[in-house]
Antibody, heavy 129, light 109 residues
């Protein structure tokens, strides 16, 4: 079945970096873009950016520009999200989520939006001194 | 940046009742680019609706989406016990830039 399995919880000190992985299975990895979304405790959802697993192109939310890097490894069907210069406000659950559009160019603009149809289980990142 | 405002913040209803959730955009959004999600405590969100009115795979037909321009609605025709959750609307913009609404909690009255 289609699933996304994320790496385990992390505890980091302010100023450090964290790298979260998301391993895809059950579908053609390079045919679907992948989003990253985070959720601070008791808060709503916040979009961080998107990566094309096929070519590796990315687009990041302005808020995270310069601090976030999304990469992929096609040999293991895994995408990664690295966030640097961590601060306490980065404490959150981080999700990867598949874009539902197969083989459609999403970056810079998709002709139709199919939503985020498959989600990882989430990775809790705690930033504390 | 397009801001999505969801109302009400909390909706208190009984099983079997109809739920109507609103999502208002700060500027016009293409219906093709509007989605709704359900999230239960401790779980990842689940896609319910995309393209403003198309149900995602496996979503029961008691869930329906409608709207255009700046006003969108998610309707749950008859609430089942498993429908009590938080619901988010989301829009896709070019570049891309995606934004979520603040959420509506549907709780048991």
């Amino acid at each position: 079945q289609v699933q996304l399995v994320q790496s385990g919880a992390e505890v980091k000190k302010p100023g450090a970096s964290v790298k979260v992985s998301c391993k895809a299975s059950g579908y053609t990895f390079t045919s679907y873009y992948m989003h990253w979304v985070r959720q601070a405790p008791g808060q709503g959802l916040e979009w961080m950016g998107i990566i094309n697993p096929s070519g590796g192109s990315t687009s990041y939310a302005q808020k995270f520009q310069g601090r976030v890097t999304m990469t992929r490894d096609t040999s293991t069907s895994t995408v990664y999200m690295e966030l640097s210069s961590l601060r306490s406000e980065d404490t959150a659950v981080y999700y990867c989520a598949r874009d539902g559009a197969p083989d459609i160019v999403v970056v810079p603009a998709a002709p139709y939006y199919y939503g985020m149809d498959v989600w990882g289980q989430g990775t809790t990142v705690t930033v504390s001194s | 940046e397009i801001v999505l405002t969801q109302s009400p913040g909390t909706l208190s209803l009984s099983p079997g009742e109809r739920a109507t959730l609103s999502c208002r955009a700060s500027q016009s959004v293409s219906s093709s680019y509007l989605a709704w999600y359900q999230q239960k405590p401790g779980q990842a969100p689940r896609l319910l609706i995309y393209g403003a009115s198309s149900r995602a795979t496996g979503i029961p037909d008691r869930f329906s989406g409608s709207g255009s321009g700046t006003d969108f609605t998610l309707t749950i025709s008859r609430l089942e016990p498993e429908d009590f959750a938080v619901y988010y609307c989301q829009q896709y913009g070019s570049s891309p830039k995606l934004t979520f609404g603040g959420g509506t909690k549907v709780e048991i009255k």
